[in-house]
């Protein structure tokens, strides 16, 4: 068993910066992927972000390029989601979520086997 904890949302105005963490415990060996989602009331939850932890090649939505930056600190089992630029629009609960089998794109929520408690960002305009 993994479990990820978040933290690090908050309220901040747009243009502003946020940094989320996410570590994980327990069988950390075991995690190939970890990822960020997020989730904007009454909306789906929607691919923000993920890195391959043994490569650390990171993947990233359309909606947050060059604005978010996915990194990791595996000797703390740590993966950081850094926002910059932040708008209105990013206002959501983010969730970090890790995978354990392999897949080519790690895009989909269904690939992934753990899941945080979500940590809540708003953004103000």
């Known amino acids: 068993q993994v479990q990820l904890v978040e933290s690090g949302g908050g309220l901040v105005q747009a243009g502003g910066s946020l940094r989320l963490s996410c570590t994980a415990s327990?069988?950390?060996?075991?995690?190939?992927?970890t990822g960020w989602f997020r989730q904007a009331p009454g909306k789906e939850r929607k691919f923000v972000g993920a890195i391959r932890l043994s490569t650390t090649n990171t993947y990233s939505a359309d909606s947050v390029k060059g604005r978010f930056t996915v990194s990791t600190d595996n000797a703390k089992n740590t993966v950081y989601l850094q926002m910059n630029s932040l708008k209105p629009e990013d206002t959501a609960v983010y969730y970090c979520?890790?995978?354990?089998?392999?897949?080519?794109?790690?895009?989909?929520?269904?690939?992934?086997?753990?899941w945080g408690q979500g940590t809540q960002v708003t953004v103000s305009s």
């Open positions: 979520a890790a995978q354990t089998r392999y897949y080519d794109e790690p895009f989909w929520s269904d690939y992934y086997d753990y």
């Open positions: 327990g069988r950390t060996s075991s995690l190939l992927v």
